[in-house]
């Protein structure tokens, strides 16, 4: 039942937060473009939820972007993440994260609306339906098959401070990051981005690189992070990030095609990891095959008999 610990290489999970102005896209950028220890640019997307701003970084970097605009239901990212998954990239950022808590149809804004939907108003209650909706996104991240950078806005608040020339002046702060209470828990490292300057400071890193220090984010960032996640031991491909792309197929095809392109890595695993995965790949099936066949019956032609 127990077995000597080792760590694994890994894929990335690094959060970046900051109020406006502290420099979160672009760090981003120029930390996913320094990831791949082999010095090759990888093959970027990014899901930009502020109005294009991450095209003005075009330049940096070369990436794929997508677009998205109002309702920011978790649904949605859920599905980009997906399709960043199942094409083929290597790093994934997400700018931003907020937007799926804050915006127009995130998280807050279902609440609300169910709490008004609800005969007794009991926004308590309320919870039980929004949060199987935030579970399934973090799930989508944590079990994504690649590099996510994902960026979290943070209250903006000023703050009277003396400078360096003894004299007092207004300084902008950030403050909590505007997500879920506890999100931070599922990153492997959190910086945290000052608009003087866009200095970091590590609010979480289980790395063990950044602690203590104050850095601008850059180039370098990124290939340390890299040389850190791959100094592990090969892991092959683990049953939970498994189950996770086989629940997130949205076609027959793409399910058969996953399960041919880990068959390897599946056939290594123990076999009660074997069978949960091979029940875990049937019940996605079976889901599937069930959609397939409700939508031919809603499009089929009345009898004329």
Known sequence: MFKKAERKQAKLRLCLTGPSGSGKTFSSLKIAGALPASGVTPKIAMIDTENRSAELYAHLVDFDVAQLTPPYHPQRYI?????????????????????????????????????????????????????????????AIMSAPLHIIATLRTKTAWEVVENVQGKKAPVKVGLTPQQREGLD????????????????????????????????PGMETGQKLSKWLLSGADPGVATDTLVGLFANCDSLATLKNLWRQHEPDINAHHPDDINALKNAWLARKATLVGKLNNHQCENAHPSTN
Do not use: C
């Open 185 to 216: 828990y599922e990153f492997t490292v959190v910086l945290d981005l000052s608009p003087d300057g866009h200095v970091a400071t590590a609010s979480k890193d289980r790395t063990g690189l950044f602690d203590g220090q104050h850095f601008v």
């Open 79 to 139: 599905d980009l993440i997906n399709a960043a998954s199942q094409s083929g990239y290597e790093v994934l950022i997400i700018d931003s994260l907020s937007h799926g808590w804050i915006g127009e149809g995130g998280m807050l804004d279902q609440h609300q609306k169910i709490t008004q939907s609800r005969k007794d108003h009991n926004s308590f209650a309320a919870w039980q339906d929004v949060t199987p909706m935030q579970n399934r996104l973090i799930s």
